[in-house]
């Protein structure tokens, strides 16, 4: 199994799996009954929690993109991403517009060629054809740079979220999570240096007890994309899907992955 299984997926990404079996502090000695399926068991699970999440954060991605599109050039025009005024942070704004040039420049996608085959001026499309090509990345800093708070809030409320502040964190934390999946990393028990906003939040739609929650764990995660799955697509299948997973995977510790005591009971997952 193991000459089979190093053939189609490299030592070291194994070994990140692999580590989780080890003694504390020792080098490289494993824990007693270890043994190399057990990471492959790990390994699989992971891979199939990936693809979850990344269709999870698509649709997220996709809605917050159509919002801030809307809300802001209402707001402030077709091209309120080239107007320093509207910016918190000038060295942030110059970044961004930069960024969002590069990425307009790179698209293949044929309104984007369509568009400069009319017109030579701007140097960008307005902003319904420009964001639809840049990262999300790119949407986060750009809606987190943004000074017109009134407009971000109603931004945040079409997530159900009471406060622009909030969105701001949870989407950087997906940025993270989605960059992490889309270079195929380790996730499961993962300990991410960006955190969710979660402590005294009252939120109006079903949310849980985060009195317990490890902020720096998936499980945090999870529920930011639940809530946010739930705000914009309520009869989404999110939730089912991953208790499904869970449970066809009995052998995983979710206390490595963050979930407390008694998860499935609070509001959110019912």
Not at 30 to 55: C, H, M, V, W
Request: glycine content about 2%; some cysteine; charged content about 25%.
């Amino acid at each position: 199994t193991a000459v089979k299984e190093l053939s189609i997926i490299s030592y070291f990404r194994i070994a990140n799996y692999l580590r989780y079996f080890e003694v504390r502090n020792s080098h490289h000695n494993y824990l007693p009954n270890s043994y190399f399926e057990d990471a492959l068991y790990i390994y699989y699970f992971d891979k199939q929690l990936r693809g979850l999440l990344f269709t999870a954060i698509q649709s997220i991605e996709v809605a917050l993109r159509s919002k801030v599109i809307h809300h802001v050039a209402l707001a402030h025009g077709p091209f309120w991403f080239s107007d320093p005024s509207l910016c918190i942070d000038e060295k942030k704004f110059t970044d961004n517009l930069n960024t969002i040039k590069n990425e307009v420049k790179r698209s293949k996608e044929e309104f984007i060629q369509e568009h400069f085959q009319k017109y030579s001026s701007p140097d960008v499309p307005p902003v319904w054809k420009t964001l639809e090509v840049t990262s999300l990345g790119t949407l986060s800093k750009l809606y987190c740079n943004l000074n017109d708070n009134n407009v971000k809030k109603r931004i945040a409320r079409e997530f159900n979220l009471p406060q622009h502040e909030v969105l701001e964190s949870w989407i950087r934390c997906v940025v993270l999570l989605r960059n992490c999946l889309a270079h195929h990393g380790r996730i499961w028990n993962r300990r991410f240096p960006q955190i969710p906003r979660l402590a005294s939040l009252r939120l109006r739609g079903a949310w849980v007890d985060c009195t317990y929650i490890r902020p720096v764990k998936l499980y945090a995660l999870l529920c930011c994309l639940a809530y946010m799955q739930d705000s914009i697509h309520p009869d989404n299948d999110f939730k089912i899907l991953l208790k499904d997973l869970l449970n066809e995977n009995s052998k995983i510790n979710l206390h490595a992955m963050g979930f407390p005591q008694g998860w499935e009971n609070e509001p959110l997952w019912q």
